[in-house]
């Protein structure tokens, strides 16, 4: 969750109360991350939603998540504020 409310702001299951947000948290999936921040790699997307699964086996590893951030940062150009882009 502290991913995809860092990449767009928001919590996956937006509730009013704790009871709420856990309610729904057990019955909905989580957000597209692409609906809320267009223009996202699909490729972040798909970890985003992959660490977001209801299901523990579902979830990838630690090095799962480095595969599919390392593949990300090949196959798009990465800038930093005041620095030349990356590839």
Same mark, same amino acid.
């Given at each position: 969750?502290?991913?995809? *409310?860092?990449? @767009?702001?928001? $919590?996956?299951?937006?509730?009013?109360? &704790? /009871? =709420?947000? *856990?309610?729904? /948290?057990? !019955? !909905?999936?989580? &957000?597209?991350? @692409?609906?809320?921040?267009? !223009? %996202? &790699?699909?490729?972040? /997307? =798909? %970890? $985003? #939603?992959?660490?977001?699964? +209801?299901?523990?086996? =579902? #979830?990838? @590893?630690?090095? =799962? $998540?480095?595969?599919?951030?390392? /593949?990300?940062?090949?196959?798009?150009?990465? @800038? +930093? &504020? !005041?620095?030349?882009?990356? #590839?």
């Amino acid at each position: 969750m502290a991913v995809l *409310f860092a990449l @767009t702001g928001e $919590v996956p299951h937006d509730a009013l109360s &704790p /009871a =709420e947000q *856990f309610a729904r /948290a057990i !019955g !909905g999936e989580a &957000p597209d991350l @692409t609906a809320l921040r267009p !223009g %996202v &790699p699909v490729e972040l /997307a =798909e %970890v $985003v #939603r992959r660490l977001l699964d +209801r299901d523990p086996a =579902e #979830r990838p @590893t630690a090095a =799962e $998540v480095a595969e599919g951030l390392e /593949a990300l940062v090949a196959s798009h150009s990465v @800038t +930093r &504020p !005041g620095s030349p882009a990356v #590839r």
